[in-house]
């Protein structure tokens, strides 16, 4: 019966890139970082220590970055885990996959036999997408669904190509709902993903004071408001996915895992742009998607049959089978 699904599912895909969605059997080409896990390209880099960091080298333009540690920034234990990918070089492809059925990300991984997948924007009706010139998603509802919280998960986006020319832009800054859409609808780019809050904006951290721009006050309970409230939604630690580009021109995905008491707490969006900055300092940087749906695959780590590296919390257990299925994504894969 799963076969079925994802093989319906496949139908609905949209293919920013070249490459071909294979749905044959996966076999499995890694096992947990560190093990050196022999493939049929060689042995998977068991890694060197940076500070707090591990450090894997997935291909040659491509590293993986593992941080399970006491976090300075939010006075937390957190677990981070980024993908860095060199967009100087032509060997690599930074594409979206869109499923109208939703897929798990280790699914989307598999299928195009990525270097690395991560999950990507909001729920569908709150969302821009187009994929391959398509529009996929168009914010169809002026309020966040289930909810009667205004629309806000479109003030950035991230726009590719579908090959390695990539950018993360604060393109809906101060518009409103109407404008917001028109602007979508208008720009002429092949491929976007709209999302917010944005973290970072030409060096300026605009995601530590998100909050504030949505009208919070000292002292404000925000667990008295509604989930889908922005203020709430930021304001507090949840697992979080995000993207950002260096000026050097280096892409990163970036994964925050949460809700795992005393091993993964997450992070507000402040703590989250206050990370980043700290330990990457790029030009800019957008939030994506979180909470149960954070979910970032690597080629040759984490779990040896789905490559999930990261902690999923769908179905509350530490461990890597958590994941949700979503509509939309971002993966890496070598041209």
């Not at 491509?62 to 860095?84: C, G, L």
């Not at 002429?188 to 300026?204: E, G, Q």
């Not at 895992?257 to 990457?280: C, N, P, Q, Y």
Request: hydrophobic fraction near 35%.
């Amino acid at each position: 019966m799963k076969r079925i699904y994802i093989f319906l599912a496949v139908l609905t895909l949209s293919l920013s890139c070249s490459s071909k969605f294979d749905n044959s059997q996966f076999i499995p080409e890694g096992d947990v970082p560190g093990g050196g896990t022999v493939t049929d390209e060689g042995v998977i880099d068991p890694g060197h220590k940076e500070g707090d960091w591990m450090v894997y080298q997935v291909d040659e333009g491509v590293t993986y970055m593992n941080f399970e540690a006491h976090d300075e920034v939010s006075k937390a234990r957190q677990i981070v885990n980024v993908i860095k990918v060199d967009l100087n070089s032509d060997k690599y492809s930074i594409c979206f996959n869109w499923s109208e059925g939703a897929m798990a990300t280790s699914n989307v991984f598999r299928g195009y036999k990525a270097l690395a997948t991560i999950n990507g924007g909001y729920e569908p009706q709150s969302i821009y997408v187009k994929t391959a010139g398509r529009t996929r998603a168009s914010i169809v509802s002026d309020v966040v669904p289930g909810t009667e919280v205004p629309q806000w998960k479109n003030e950035g986006a991230v726009f590719t190509d579908g090959r390695q020319s990539v950018q993360v832009e604060y393109c809906c800054k101060d518009l409103n709902l109407s404008q917001t859409r028109e602007w979508y609808a208008n720009d002429t780019r092949s491929n976007v993903i709209s999302s917010a809050p944005m973290l970072i904006d030409d060096y300026d951290p605009v995601g530590k004071t998100f909050i504030q721009r949505c009208g919070y006050v000292e002292g404000m309970n925000l667990l008295s408001l509604d989930y889908e409230n922005p203020i709430r939604h930021q304001g507090v630690r949840h697992p979080r996915t995000a993207v950002a580009l260096t000026a050097d021109n280096q892409f990163l995905m970036i994964t925050v895992d949460g809700r795992w008491d005393g091993k993964a707490e997450g992070m507000s969006a402040k703590e989250l742009t206050e990370f980043i900055v700290k330990h990457f300092n790029p030009q800019y940087a957008l939030n994506l998607d979180g909470g149960g749906s954070t979910t970032m695959c690597v080629k040759g780590y984490g779990d040896k049959t789905t490559h999930v590296v990261n902690y999923p919390t769908e179905n509350g257990v530490f461990d890597h089978t958590g994941e949700r299925s979503v509509t939309s994504h971002i993966y890496v894969i070598k041209n």
